[in-house]
């Protein structure tokens, strides 16, 4: 069973930081592109960034220039380092994995994470 296990959420000040983890575990090949998304209240989910297993990196428009997402191929890790936050950056972060085992190719979230921007 593979799971997506994040950490690193919780509330700070606008123009404050906060590193979001994400950590694969169980039985799998490989892991390829990975990402995060978040969905704020009332809100549709949107993409915050995407990383290859090339490590070709892509931003949503919002967060480009404040955040940075970025992998560890030996620990199975996504991060996503979040700088100048904003209140309108206050969500729910999710993590996303595409994932190889044995079953074939698949799509993994994690459980979510929340951020909180204060103003």
């Known amino acids: 069973q593979v799971q997506l296990v994040e950490s690193g959420g919780g509330l700070v000040q606008a123009g404050g930081s906060l590193r979001l983890s994400c950590a694969a575990s169980?039985?799998?090949?490989?892991?390829?592109?990975m990402a995060w998304y978040r969905q704020a209240p009332g809100k549709q989910r949107e993409t915050v960034a995407h990383?290859?297993?090339?490590?070709?990196?892509k931003y949503g428009d919002s967060v480009k220039g404040r955040f940075t997402i970025s992998r560890d191929n030996a620990k199975n890790t996504v991060y996503l380092q979040m700088n100048s936050l904003k209140p309108e950056d206050t969500a729910v972060y999710y993590c996303?994995?595409?994932?190889?085992?044995?079953?074939?190719?698949?799509?993994?979230w994690g459980q979510g994470t929340q951020v909180t921007v204060s103003s």
């Open positions: 996303y994995a595409d994932i190889l085992t044995e079953l074939g190719p698949d799509d993994y």
């Open positions: 169980g039985s799998f090949f490989s892991i390829n592109a």
């Open positions: 990383i290859n297993s090339s490590e070709w990196t």
